[in-house]
């Protein structure tokens, strides 16, 4: 993995507040598209998130992208990091359980490794992140049910949307090293939000319904938590965790997200997830213990008493 920082109190408490920021997307998409479909919340939330980033790039001065090979790696960015994942996450979730999809979503770090080793030439696939990567979509076929993955019911159809959606970030994580090195954080993630409500609002036009405000407040409210917090402050957020705990640790918040949306979709919807989830959930998280490596090294390092 890469190298590993100290983690020091304020950065295991933005770590948290990271998890705990995107954890609750789950629950307020799930509030939102009871009145909106799947491609107008993502033009939503992406259009929101984009304006407030690029008055924080305006007030703080920062310059602005101009070259056209930059504004081409934002557009794929789009796709492949929001447009396309988030698409099929709020599908999902029109059918699986906001904590369900939240598991399935932590199946990023897999294909981000076993992507990374097969197209980037400084990556290698060791034994270590073999084994993890394996453990971990056993994990992602446990949390689906062997009955279900042959299956084409639309309960099954939703879980493997929701997988899908982790293999679209991890080509965005590729995508974004080998196009986006050097540029600013801030930035990208603006030019990314900006391409992709440019793709969502004719999508979600066509396909769904005219974009509209009239929407409830509730709708509202979700969407703007989404948006604001759970999109622009995130990003943010994650590129100050990124620079201080390094890319390594940023696996916590990989296993922190699960437990705050099955918690909130128990608490506040009423959500039952099947035992087999949770059992996924804990095979998923023993690969990416085994995929990060610390704690095998230490065990193995560890001098008796």
Known sequence: MSTQKHLTPRVWAELF?????????????????????PLTLVAHRTLWAALLLWLVIFA????????????GAFLVMGLLNNLIPFSLLNFAQ?????GL???????????????????????????????????????????????????LDPRSLAQI?????????????VWARKQLAGCSPLVASAGMLTCTTFLALP??????????????????????????????????LYYRVLAAAGSGNLLVVTLLIPPVAILLGTALLN????????????LLTLGLIVLDGRLLTRLRHKKPT
């Not at 939240?102 to 990556?123: H, K, M």
């Not at 036009?205 to 989404?226: D, G, M, N, R």
């Open 101 to 151: 999809a939240s598991i399935f979503n932590a199946a990023t770090a897999l294909w981000g490794v076993l992507l990374a080793a097969l197209l980037l030439p400084d990556e290698r696939l060791t034994l270590a992140k073999t084994l993890g990567i394996g453990l971990g979509f056993l994990g992602v076929a446990t949390a689906i049910g062997l009955s279900h993955l042959t299956a």
């Open 203 to 236: 999508l979600a036009h066509v396909t769904e319904a005219p974009f509209t405000l009239s929407l409830s407040a509730s709708t509202w409210a979700a969407i703007a938590y989404a948006a604001i917090l759970g999109t622009a402050a995130a990003y943010l």
């Open 60 to 71: 703080t001065k920062t310059p602005l992208p101009r070259s056209p090979r930059l504004w």
């Open 94 to 98: 029109l059918i699986i359980e906001s």
């Open 161 to 173: 949307a929701a997988f899908l959606a982790t293999l679209s970030y991890g080509f965005a994580g």
């Open 271 to 282: 959500e039952a997830l099947p035992s087999r989830a949770y059992a996924g959930f804990g």
């Open 17 to 37: 507040l990271l998890a705990v920021l995107w954890g609750a997307v789950f629950f307020a998409n799930r509030i939102a598209l009871d009145e909106i479909a």
